[in-house]
């Protein structure tokens, strides 16, 4: 081995390398892979051995095919959802399951501000994990009466605030106007929807915490979070790329300690197709080997919980009304044949499958008019997707991101009111993909749902819901080693960056999730407990902060 | 807070995509008189003669008569803050709603934001495409539901089809509310928003359309005025507006409620009411309740209407002003 090799030893390295799937040894070089084998093949020459890991399990870094920034910014605020999430400190937050303990968490945060009667922000709530509880302004107004509380839904459309942010905002007799939810006491409840409650809202406030620019702090407690989960590529799904975004993450991929692989998606929703194929010509420059420009991201419709899903027949299990199309059907086939054309990679946000069967249209489309090999344009989300579908991806060369997290998160939600029991059993239809061989990949959409590769392989391979119910579990359930497939070399794919990350192999960099356990000999209902010892990215050992 | 008469009047321009929103925009700007602020979703549209641009900054287009036109990108609230925080005030703000959006959405801004009030909704239909498009099956709810909370429908490119498709594209849109007030356009041949004026105190008027086939399908208003003493319990307040009659199309004013010191400002477009503390008192309003509605040609009588709103009242009416019968 040629000078300046490190043979890092393991108890058992999963390499998701098909054709040398196990090894106990890996030699690196130049924070690259030089080969994985035994300590015969590898201690040789002046190899340098690092027995750290003797151990420990190595897999690939995890690969992260759908995530927000968001999840970086989050963590200023107390956190008041249901379920135990993991802070970038490493810390476990626990969830607080009804409105006593989210108002004790508030007024904890509350006694920790000055007495400066700023806003007090938090996030994570959802009604429908609290048996469909909503927090009144009477709630809130427990912890302040004095300072703005305002509490950000996890579906991140929704506001709850307390009096006194109601009488500054000069809405709290504003009520008939939909966006204002009325109580029963005829004044407004604090509940506050859409665009212009949330303008009056940040206009009363002074500010809008929506539309400040990110710093480089956002970025590295975004870092720190990968790594607390054995993340080592990560993508930001939906980024408008403003300059000073462009700058922040150029300076703070370059600093000589930043700890993951990022991986951008331009926003189309804020530009038209010629300026962001120009944008990504301009931002490529500043690729460097953790900052991978080059995808689009397009939004075709909302979320099924919040019933702006678009559907196909017969529509919403409890009867609501069909969602919203966020892109026009007419529109989206000249958005993609635009992309298409410039050879750039679409991925594809598709939540309900009229959504999907439109976006598949716009891709065979474009395909028709323009065969391109290996485009891998990918369906995000694509919940409702039937086998019908699927075949169509598979025989478009589409690939797809399944949202498995909602399995837990909102199963329940979908089995009881937006699906109903058949529909249901095949959310997020990992089990088809890997039947009809689409290639693909299963993620959390951070700060939706808690950044945790292992949890959401969990969800893929347990199926069941919160309340406890299996859903399909028969017929969708992945093993564990598909599911761990999905979580590395799966999402690498989907992000075509498969030759570099996902999977430990000669020439790949040196990208490892260090583990303190064999999730292929654990108890697969134990899987998302798999303690989590930290990262190597590029060869450089990272111990996950534990708080 | 903003005194009732200085805030400013703000028009939503919606309608599907390819409807002539931008048309029609474009048409605002080169005729526009006042400091109009217009907010457009797609500035590479926007086509105004050069020789009326002073500037351009790439997000803001200033005019040389006093009208901005502003891209809004990546944050409409950011880019509407923009404009409310103009240092002289603008004059009337036209917002251009998404394609694809339900323009009420956003027309609920003006009800909220206390420098504002609502004008008017316009949804602009293309006469050669409504039909098809409100029947679509992908398309269809999201077409149709732009027209929910409307005040006028321009129906546009009637160039482009015959007699008959006029009178299936009218059936199409009548189909959807019967009472909805329709003004046929085309290409160079749209009208100011002016034109459009539904306000209160307009009475009885027609729009001209600038129809190719010369027929008036100009439309009939009435107005009601409700004036008393007192003041109106809250609860009481709500189940009257209930019970108001459909044809009873905006309802504004000032007022006071029980229980609340000072005035309130009541704005109603359709059956959404919005009500907002005036601290502005050195304005001699006469009677403490002030309210103007302005409904179609086949408004009830006045007499049923304040016997409605009479019902929400604390103490008994005392009347100062003869109510007068609506107007046509």
Not at chain 1, 218 to 242: E, F, K, M
Not at chain 1, 467 to 478: N, P, V, Y
Request: hydrophobic share 45%; with cysteine; net charge negative.
């Amino acid at each position: 081995m040629a000078s300046g090799t490190v043979v890092f030893a393991a108890r058992k390295i999963i390499t998701m390398n098909p054709s040398r799937p196990f090894a106990t040894h890996v030699a690196v070089r130049e924070g690259r892979i030089v080969a994985t084998g035994t300590a015969e093949e590898l201690c040789v020459g002046d190899a340098q051995l690092d027995t750290g890991f003797a151990d420990k399990v190595l897999m690939p870094g995890f690969v992260e095919g759908h995530s927000h920034i968001m999840e970086g910014l989050m963590w200023l605020m107390p956190y008041v959802g249901a379920f135990d999430r993991r802070s970038p400190e490493g810390r476990l937050v626990t969830g607080v399951g009804d409105i006593d303990a989210i108002v004790a968490r508030l007024k904890e945060a509350e006694a920790q501000l000055p007495d400066d009667r700023a806003a007090l922000y938090a996030w994570g709530f959802d009604p429908l994990h609290i048996s469909g509880r909503m927090l009144s302004r009477h709630d809130l107004d427990r912890v302040s009466t004095k300072r703005p509380v305002i509490v950000v839904h996890a579906s991140f459309h929704i506001n709850n605030v307390n009096t006194h942010t109601l009488e500054r905002a000069e809405l709290l007799h504003a009520t008939n106007i939909s966006g204002v939810v009325s109580g029963p006491d005829g004044l407004a409840s604090g509940e506050l929807q859409g665009i212009p409650a949330r303008m009056r809202l940040f206009r009363a406030l002074g500010n809008n915490p929506q539309s400040g620019d990110i710093t480089e702090a956002d970025v590295n407690r975004y870092a720190a979070s990968a790594c607390v989960q054995g993340v080592t590529t990560i993508t930001d799904l939906h980024n408008d790329l403003t300059d000073q975004t462009v700058e922040v993450y150029r300076s703070a991929t370059t600093a000589p300690d930043f700890g993951v692989r990022l991986v951008p998606a331009l926003a189309s929703a804020s530009h038209k197709p010629e300026q962001a194929i120009a944008k990504l010509d301009m931002v490529r420059e500043h690729c460097n080997d953790k900052l991978h420009y080059g995808i689009v991201k397009l939004v075709v419709d909302g979320s099924i919980q919040g019933f702006t899903a678009r559907l196909r027949w017969p529509g919403y299990h409890n009867g609501a009304a069909n969602g919203l199309w966020y892109i026009a059907p007419e529109e989206l086939p000249r958005l993609v044949d635009a992309y298409h054309r410039a050879g750039i990679q679409l991925h594809i946000h598709t939540n309900g499958d009229e959504a999907t069967e439109l976006a598949l249209d716009a891709v065979e489309a474009a395909q028709t008019a323009l065969p391109r090999p290996d485009h891998r344009h990918t369906l995000q989300h694509c919940q409702m997707a039937d086998a019908a579908l699927f075949r169509r991806m598979k025989n478009l060369g589409v690939c797809v991101n399944l949202f498995a997290n909602h399995l837990y998160y909102w199963g329940d939600s979908h089995y009881a009111l937006t699906m109903g029991p058949e529909r249901a059993a095949r959310l997020d239809a990992t089990g088809t993909a890997q039947r009809i061989g689409v290639p693909f990949a299963i993620h959390s959409d951070a700060p939706v749902t808690p950044l945790a590769p292992l949890f959401t392989a969990w969800c893929a391979v347990n199926r069941v819901t919160s309340g406890g119910r299996e859903l399909g579990r028969d017929t969708e359930a992945l093993t564990v080693e598909q599911a761990l497939a999905a979580i590395t070399i799966g999402a690498a794919y989907t992000l075509k960056l498969d030759h570099l990350v996902g999977s430990i192999e000669a020439g790949k960099y040196a990208d490892f999730v260090v583990l303190e356990e064999d999730p292929l000999t654990a108890d697969p209902r134990r899987l998302k407990d798999i303690a989590i010892w930290g990262t190597v990215l590029g060869g450089k050992a990272r111990k996950a902060p534990r708080a | 807070m903003t005194p009732a008469s200085a805030k400013i009047p703000v028009t939503v321009i919606g309608g599907f995509l390819g409807a002539g929103k931008t048309t029609f925009v474009n048409h605002l700007l080169a005729t526009g008189t006042a400091r109009t602020a217009v907010l457009v979703n797609d500035f590479g549209e926007v086509n105004v003669d050069m020789s009326l641009i002073a500037s351009h900054d790439g997000d803001t287009m200033t005019l040389t008569n006093g009208c901005i036109c502003c891209s809004i990108g990546t944050s409409f609230i950011d880019t509407m803050c923009r404009v409310l925080d103009a240092p002289v005030p603008y004059e009337r703000i036209v917002i251009e709603a998404s394609g694809v959006g339900d323009p009420w959405k956003i027309a609920e801004i003006a009800l909220i934001e206390p420098a504002l009030r609502l004008d008017q909704v316009i949804v602009i239909a293309d006469g050669s495409r409504i039909v098809q498009l409100a029947g679509d099956a992908r398309v269809g709810d999201t077409v149709r539901s732009q027209f929910d909370r409307c005040d006028i429908v321009l129906l546009n490119k009637i160039d482009l089809v015959d007699a008959d498709g006029l009178a299936a594209a009218r059936a199409a849109v009548q189909g959807l509310r019967p009472e909805l007030r329709i003004v046929e356009t085309a290409r160079g041949a749209m009208p100011a928003l002016a034109q459009l004026e539904t306000g209160p105190s307009l009475s009885g008027f027609r729009v001209d359309s600038p129809s190719l086939d010369g027929t008036d399908h100009g439309a009939q208003f009435s107005s009601w005025c409700y004036r008393r003493d007192g003041a109106f319990d809250r609860a009481a307040l709500a189940d009257a507006l209930a019970d108001m009659p459909p044809q009873l199309l905006r309802l504004k004013g000032s007022c006071r409620l029980s229980g609340q010191d000072g005035r309130t400002i009541f704005q109603m477009v359709e059956k959404v009411w919005s009500v907002s503390p005036d601290t502005v008192d050195d304005i001699d309003h006469g009677s403490d309740i002030v309210l103007v509605g302005v409904g179609t040609a086949d408004l009830p009588a006045a007499a049923m209407l304040d016997a409605i709103l009479d019902r929400a009242l604390v103490v008994e009416p005392v009347l100062s002003f003869t109510p007068y019968p609506a107007e046509t």
